[in-house]
């Protein structure tokens, strides 16, 4: 089976694998719940004649499904978590199917679904005699939240791999070469005393700690590096206000472009926490690690492959109703949302108002994409990344015009040029040994004076903050 025929093996199952991803569309679950998708890949793996583990240490709707044998052995990345209030049917006017629910913001339903497919096609190759090594489909669970992928790798389940490769749904086609934002998602505990409010002097407010906690965190925002972010939502205690509560919760994320800015800004925001406690005679119950993410150490030969694939397939294809479509979202933006949207993903300003991105266009090296992934594992082993256009320029990821460009044919034809992308990348490095030696030579290099510290400690069990 040649590499052409892999790309038509994909073309010619449109249907099915769109039909996927529509159902997951269609139910759309929050991190760690994914049953729903990871239940589909598992099914549609094991009747493509994959070897299949269902469930992974602490992540039951996590997925490990494998075919083939012996090396190179390479990881096909999935994901299928939805966003929280991010409920919206497929259509250009904000109208969610169920009022404050979740829905598929962040293109997940055609992520996992297209590296599924990826996976399924090269397993096909190796049949045919074409190539041979390990191809290996990872369904990673709750991936917005930084948890999936940073706990597989603490237990050690990408330890054989040769290279692990990854897509995002996107408004441009680029194959990664810079990187993105390292982050840290953290919930502060104050516990405190309560008291009847007549008798506030008898109690200790956690509630009082945690605001102070904020307001010493914006005062710090100034002293910080400018490259460090920071974002905070307290966790709702639903006690009413004629009661001190004794107990109250924030939830911090913090970026940085690199993790060691990152450990030294977190270092000053838990200092600011254990102020908030001496302040209000409360004290920092627990700083809980719920997920984490590296900036990325993408392999720019993982990278360059990637990009002549997504130019061999010849770029998504989008039709005539997509365009009609997608013209549609983007009458929704003013010029500089336009702007601004194109921007954030190294979309050419020549292409502003074509609708959709349908040419490859390599991020600039050292480019700095506005968001951070649980993609660790690529300062263990070399990982290649491209992002795919799902929906028209100017939509940004994790926005309501997102999840309605995710659940229609816009999503699936940039979701099949993934899966093709994806696919033809192995294909390359099954076939030849010179390009898998040149990939793992650079990323040799690329970690030679970085050692890796996992920041979950051994006992730490996947949750998610409710
Ligand atoms: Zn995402």
Known sequence: MSKKQIFEFIDNNEEMFSKIARAIWEHPQMALEETFASDLHAITLEEAGFRVTKGLRGLPTAVMAEYGEGRPVIGLLGEYDALDGLSQDSCAVRKPLVEGGPGHGCGHNLLGTGA??????????????????????YGCPAEEELIGKTFMLRDGYFDDLDAALYWHPSSNNAPW???????????????????????AHLGRSA?????????????????LPRTV???????GNHIAPNTVPDRCQVWYMMRAPKRAELDAAFARLKEVARGAAII??????????????????????LGDLMGKNMQECGGPRFTEEDYEYGRK????????????????????????????????????????????VDLDMSWILPVGGANCATWPIGVFTHTWQATACTGTAVGYHGMLFAAKTLAGTVYDLMHDSEEMK????????????HEYVCPLSHESVPHRVK
């Open 177 to 199: 070469k810079g990187s993105s934002l390292a982050c840290i998602s953290a919930v502060f505990t104050f516990r405190g005393l309560t008291a009847h409010a007549p008798q």
């Open 207 to 223: 509630l009082d700690a945690v605001e102070i906690m904020d307001i010493g965190a914006n005062y710090l925002r100034e002293h």
């Open 229 to 235: 972010l920071m974002h905070y939502s307290i966790l």
């Open 280 to 301: 209000t005679g409360t004290e920092v119950q627990s700083v809980e690690i719920i997920g984490s993410g590296n900036d990325v150490n993408a392999n720019s030969a």
């Open 329 to 372: 979202i983007t009458a929704l933006f003013t010029e500089d949302q336009l702007v601004n949207g194109a921007r954030a993903f190294s979309v050419p300003m020549e292409h502003l108002h074509d609708v959709f991105e349908i040419g490859v266009n390599p991020m600039p090296e050292g480019f700095m994409q506005p968001m951070s």
């Open 438 to 449: 040149k990939v793992t030579e650079e990323f040799e290099a690329s970690k030679a004076d």
């Open 116 to 137: 599924m497919a990826a996976a399924i096609a090269v397993k096909k190759a190796i049949e045919s005699g074409e190539i041979s090594g390990t191809v290996r489909y």
